[in-house]
Every structure is written in C-alpha cells, then in structure tokens.
C-alpha cells in the first residue's frame, strides 16, 4: 500500500561542480510503499541526483524536503534515522569483521535499544542480506559481491533500528547489484521490494533495464542530467525514449505482466541507432 503523501521531495534541484551542470531542475517525489528506480546512461547525473536527495550534496538551486522539513535543516542523527544510504563504492581502511561492518548500521541511531535488541537486528540483517555464514570473516578478505551484501545488511540494520524514532522512512541503494551473480542479483531486488511493501520509499539506481521495468513501481529516466522522463515503467520506456536516451535500438516485447514492456534478451541484440 503506497503512502499518497511523499516522504522525500525535490523541487528543480540543480547541481554544479568544475562549470558544469551535473543536475539541472530535477523534481520528483519518493513516497513510501513504491519502488523508485532510477536509469540512464553513464554520466547522466544519477548518482549526483541520489546524493544529492541523501544530503551528501547541497543543490545549487531548487529544494528538497524529507518527512516535511527541508533537508538541510534536519539534524545529522534524525537525517540517519530518516534514511539509509547503500553507496555505489564503500571502501573500509579497518580490519573489521563482516559482523561489525553491519553493526554500524546499529551503532549510530539504535543507542536506545538494548543490547540483545540490537545484536537482534544484526543477526537478523546479515541473514536477510544471506551473509550470515561470513559474519565472523574479515570484510577486506571478501569478494566484491560479498562485501556489496554486507553493505546490504549494514543499510538494513540502520533501517531497523532507526524504525524506534522514524516511521517514514528512505532506502537509497546505488548500483547496489553491481558486483552480484544473478541469484543475488534478484534476491536483493526481492528484499528491496519487500522493505516497500512495509511503507518506506526506496530508491535504486541501476543500469539493467530489464531489472529495472520489472521491479520498478515508478520509473525516472535521466539524461545529461535532466529527467526527462519518469512514471509507470509500462508508459515511461519505449522505443523512441531508447532510442533517444541510450542510443540504441531494440525490440521490444511483452512481459508476462499485461501491459508490461521488457527487453528480449540475448537473441536480440542492440544495434546503434540511425
């Protein structure tokens, strides 16, 4: 069940570094109970627009609110009650244990809980993200995939634990299947979908658009840093926005959803466009 109102909006949100424009005048709204996923190509602005809605970045013109008050003005430790960020790359100087690095999800916002609640949510994260059996493995020893899921299950506990204070929430997840094989791939996808399905608003960003039109409730395309198109992925992606946005061309198809696009995979391969 989506939330009508909202949690996290951004209002002609632009941002420049080093004379170029990196966002220009994006405005869309993240509301709890959907699945936002964000697509383009490299360079369109996304990852800048994600930080930007997090707090990392502060926009240069537009603004943004989170659970009513600008962002800007929310205090760091509400901020990290409000919303949990999965970052494109995590790197950890520390020889830390996959178990503490999902623990900082706990640290910084469940100081209220007990000790035995938040060992809980711990436990219970690791296990969600399927890196329970690497909890005592030292994070640096890891492959790429299995330090991504264990990222995985830091963002979760941060959730978790920041529910005590926050009930409308964010989940930000930025190119978070990147190093993954496909069972991960769907099983963290699964999990995401089904932390919306609990009322937080979720934002992803991924390049897959197969992935992308099958898990996505709402849809946001962005180019050379606009959005230039976002809405119900069944009336967002079709050939001339493909053709446009990632200079391609491609059959499409029907998935088995009605209405549904998807791209045909493998047999039909892209061609550049005319």
Not at 171 to 192: G, K, N, R, T, V
Not at 214 to 229: E, F, K, N, P, S
């Amino acid at each position: 069940m989506s939330d009508p109102m909202p949690i996290l909006s951004s209002h002609g949100v632009s941002f420049a570094a080093g004379g170029r424009r990196l966002v220009a005048e994006a405005s869309l709204g993240l509301a709890g109970g959907m699945t936002t996923i964000l697509i383009g190509p490299n360079g369109a602005g996304k990852s800048t627009l994600l930080k930007l809605l997090t707090g990392e970045l502060k926009p240069v013109g537009g603004h943004i609110e989170i659970a009513g008050a600008p962002l800007g003005t929310v205090p760091a430790w509400r901020l990290a009650c409000l919303r949990s960020v999965m970052a494109q790359h995590a790197r950890l100087a520390f020889p830390f244990s996959a178990y503490e690095v999902a623990r900082l999800g706990v640290d910084g916002v469940g100081r209220a809980l007990t000790r035995q609640r938040r060992e809980a949510i711990v436990a219970e994260s690791l296990a969600a993200a399927g890196v329970i059996d690497l909890a005592g493995r030292r994070y640096q020893t890891l492959s790429g995939g299995e330090q991504q899921r264990v990222q995985f299950a830091r963002v979760l506990c941060q959730l978790e634990a920041g529910r005590s204070i926050a009930e409308r929430q964010v989940l930000f997840l930025d190119e978070p299947i990147a190093s993954l094989d496909l069972c991960h791939q769907l099983a963290l996808l699964d999990m995401a979908r089904s932390i919306a399905a609990r009322g937080v608003a979720v934002l992803i960003v991924l390049h897959d658009l197969n992935l992308a039109v099958t898990y996505a409730d709402h849809l946001v395309v962005m180019d050379q840093g606009r959005i230039i198109a976002q809405g119900p992925p069944a009336r967002t992606l079709d050939d001339a926005l493909l053709r446009q946005v990632f200079k391609v061309d491609l059959t499409l198809s029907r998935a088995p959803a009605p209405g549904l696009p998807f791209l045909l995979p493998q047999q039909h391969r892209a061609r550049p466009a005319a």
